[in-house]
């Protein structure tokens, strides 16, 4: 992509191409030649920083004016503070020393190979071209990426001894050992060991594998003999991903330095045919401060070359005072809030921001099944066949599933309230419409409506949650957070019931609309925002429609500089759909889809069989719906408590302290053990409950007895299914609500089936084979789990993260 992105900025200025214009423009004007060398320069910037926006699929930022060169290319690689949007600077810093490091390495590979096409009389950028691809080989820049790989694969110190014999024996590669020219310790190791020192995020457990490896080949003789010490690509590969870069990068990243260097060597061979480079030239590059367009640009599209010749014009403006003192290393540059807490909203505060949330998520739910007593008295009114009223509960499950694909990636641009704004607009609207109507197209399409408004808010309820709280604490308030979309199918089936006895069908939809717009309005109000990428912790003061009547009533107050305003993109369906394929939140997505298939399998067939079994009417078999909902409420909290007490427990193996409301990396930790040691046992306990419940009904059990049941599995089934939903927002915490999406696709889904699926199945296999037949569907997701559990924290220490590629910090 670097390549293509070159050669495109070259297809856009033919005027830098000798052979279209003079042959020898570069060796006889070298203002020119220096113009061209500084837009290259400024070209490479920006296309890496687009190239590396797109492979994690975030926005690009435009440069700043008031930055230095380094600090755009943080900016527009998205290395930045979600809340400020402004680079971290000591990340900034130790990038800049290490690019001191890199900026010039002599008659290097990628140097050769830009001087050997220099020799035809092409451009700097046909150079630069050449010496991207060569520079990519893993024994030139790509030697950092593979040390990088080489490290993960060996997994732990204590495999140091076998691998090195490995290396004796020929049989592996020890990228980073060994130097052209250096046939001693690297000089550069020693500085690079003191940038590394200043970085918060460097990867320990890998370090101490490096260590290691340094450790047995200072006293081992094959080495000596060779002259195999680390090099600079050896430890250099910490500082790219202590800073952010993810492993298959680095070498893109190490081109932003070394672009330094080439230039420069190429500028000499042209301009002086001399093939070897002189400190003052390649000094006065380094030390070149790029600036470019305003960020806030609001004519037509600008184009790369309008970006570079922009960067490579500026005079470089230095944002420290004239007289300071301060160089790279002093405590100036130390981040001003190491102990920053991950949100400022008290317990208090956060308990009723999650409470509001799951209030919220718990209209998709119940109107949902608030429906379902309704449905003759439906069918009877608009003169259709049952099963065509079933299409309308179809279409609401599908909708349920797909419309989060949009409110999620939304929700993670623009901010929560935006989201509940737009998604209580619709539903309000949709359930007045529904309220008036009285034909069957109307009501399918209505229906479909009023589930697109609804759906969005139960992803939304868990992206709140992962907002504001850690993933210490994650377990409880997460739990708390689906209690709406816990308790509302319980309730929902008794609410519709009185309703349409005593007021008509046509009340359902009077009530949601009235509940809904009651519930809307102090939430319009008063409800904050608390996007991480809007207002960072809660610290940075929102603008627009993220902004509640709080904020405005605290305008005085001193805070933060309100964020800038955001540049939201189309929602894309795309984002959610790709979390299906990665491992391991693929296979968490399958298994929890297929615990809420299997919660759908009891109690869609409550009212067919309790009616059948005891005689129930309509009302007594909404009340057998209350001790589904209290096994999930009872669930939700004592297993949250559980969930939060195993994380801390297995965060102490590590030795490390945990900081209540701080950011924690868990790079370190496999925290999908952590998750699953109480959730697979939930979920095969889920699996037994299913199968006793159905060999007890067919024999008709006491009704006590059989509602203990539905208690029970209700309990287990919604406690596995929230500790996959914690373990799916601890991997992508970044982005929630599109993570929280793609689970809703998998659940809604599955759940449909199910629901359609139950009937028709007792009917052909009998109770008793039907729910064995759904346990055995719920067993299968045994071994998902257990591949979780045992590959999960390999595959994420593999991949660095699977959504952004990387997320060294974890809060």
């Not at 930022?61 to 971290?88: C, H, K, W």
């Amino acid at each position: 992509m670097l390549l293509a992105g070159l050669s495109a900025y070259l297809a856009f200025l033919p005027d830098v191409i000798p052979a279209n214009t003079n042959a020898t423009m570069y060796q006889t004007d070298p203002i020119h030649a220096d113009r061209v060398i500084l837009q290259t320069v400024a070209a490479y910037a920006v296309i890496f920083g687009a190239v590396r926006c797109h492979r994690l699929g975030i926005a690009w930022r435009a440069p700043s004016l008031d930055q230095s060169y380094y600090e755009n290319v943080f900016t527009m690689a998205g290395l930045v503070d979600p809340a400020s949007g402004i680079p971290d600077p000591v990340r900034v810093s130790c990038f800049r020393r290490f690019g001191n490091l890199n900026a010039e390495h002599g008659m290097a590979l990628s140097v050769f190979t830009a001087l050997v096409t220099a020799s035809s009389l092409t451009d700097p950028v046909s150079g630069l071209i050449a010496a991207v691809a060569a520079a990519h080989g893993p024994l030139h820049f790509g030697a950092t990426e593979s040390a990088q790989r080489t490290l993960r694969a060996i997994g732990d110190a204590t495999n140091v001894p076998a691998f090195m014999e490995k290396v004796r024996a020929g049989n592996e590669k020890l990228f980073g050992y060994g130097h052209r020219t250096y046939k001693g310790m690297d000089p550069r190791v020693n500085p690079i060991r003191s940038i590394l020192s200043d970085l918060r995020d460097v990867n320990q457990p890998l370090l101490q594998i490096a260590e290691a490896i340094e450790t047995a080949a200072e006293k081992d003789e094959y080495f000596h003999k060779r002259g195999l010490y680390p090099n600079a690509d050896f430890y250099g590969n910490f500082v790219f991903t202590g800073i952010g870069f993810e492993p298959d990068i680095i070498p893109g990243a190490m081109l932003v330095h070394r672009i330094i260097g080439i230039m420069a060597h190429w500028r000499e061979y042209t301009g002086m045919k001399q093939i070897t480079s002189r400190a003052f030239k390649v000094g006065a590059l380094a030390a070149y401060k790029m600036q470019s367009i305003e960020a806030n640009y609001s004519g037509p599209p600008i184009s790369i070359q309008d970006i570079a010749f922009s960067m490579s014009s500026q005079e470089s403006q230095s944002t420290l005072p004239q007289d300071s003192t301060v160089d790279e290393s002093t405590p100036l540059l130390a981040d001003s809030t190491p102990n920053q807490p991950y949100s400022v909203f008290t317990p208090s505060q956060k308990r009723l921001i999650i409470l509001t949330a799951a209030l919220a998520s718990s209209f998709s739910p119940l109107s949902a099944n608030i429906y379902y007593p309704a449905l003759n008295s439906i069918a009877a009114d608009l003169h259709v066949s049952t099963s065509k009223i079933n299409l309308t509960i179809t279409t609401y499950m599908i909708c349920q599933g797909l419309a989060p694909m949009l409110t999620g990636s939304f929700a993670d641009q623009a901010g929560r309230r935006p989201a509940y704004i737009v998604c209580f607009a619709i539903y309000i609207l949709g359930n007045v419409a529904l309220g008036i109507q009285h034909s069957f197209p109307a009501l399918l399409i209505l229906r479909a409506v009023q589930s697109c408004g609804s759906s969005g808010t139960v992803a939304l309820a868990s992206a709140v949650a992962a907002d504001i709280v850690t993933s210490v604490e994650r377990g409880l308030y997460m739990g708390f957070s689906s209690l709406g979309n816990i308790l509302a199918p319980s309730l929902g089936p008794v609410l519709g019931g009185i309703l349409s006895k005593y007021f008509g069908w046509h009340a359902i939809f009077w009530f949601l609309a009235i509940a809904a717009g009651t519930f809307f309005v102090p939430l319009l109000c008063f409800f904050p925002e608390t996007c991480r990428g809007v207002v960072g912790n809660g610290s940075v003061s929102p603008v627009g429609w993220n902004r509640s009547l709080r904020n405005y009533l605290q305008e005085s107050a001193p805070c933060s500089p309100p964020s800038n305003v955001r540049r939201v993109q189309i929602p894309n369906p795309c984002a959610t759909l790709r979390l299906l394929s990665h491992r391991p939140v693929g296979l968490v997505l399958l298994a929890n889809g297929v615990l809420f298939s299997s919660y759908y399998a009891v109690t869609t067939a409550i009212p067919p069989l309790f009616k059948h079994t005891y005689g129930l009417d309509d009302m007594e078999i909404g009340l057998c719906f209350l001790p589904a909902g209290l096994g999930s409420l009872v669930s939700a909290t004592i297993n949250g408590v559980l969930v939060d007490w195993n994380y801390r427990r297995v965060w102490r193996t590590t030795g490390q302290t945990i900081h209540k409301n701080q950011k924690l990396d868990i790079v370190g930790i496999p925290i999908e053990q952590a998750r699953l040691q109480i959730g697979l046992p939930m979920a095969i306990l889920a699996s037994v409950s299913i199968c006793i419940y159905g060999v007890l009904i067919p024999k008709h059990p006491p009704l006590p007895l059989a509602l203990f049941m539905v208690f029970i599995i209700c309990f287990c089934i919604t406690a596995a299914y929230n500790v996959m939903n914690i373990l799916v927002v601890d991997l992508y915490y970044n982005t929630p609500a599109t993570a929280m999406a793609a689970n809703n696709l998998v659940r809604c889904f599955l759940g449909a089936g199910s629901a359609a699926a139950v009937g028709p199945l007792i009917k052909r296999a009998g109770i008793k084979w039907a729910y064995i037949l759904v346990a055995g569907e719920l067993a299968v997701v045994v071994p998902l789990l257990v591949i979780v559990y045992s590959k999960g924290w390999e595959w994420r220490k593999a991949q660095d993260n699977p959504e952004t590629g990387h997320q060294p910090h974890e809060p």
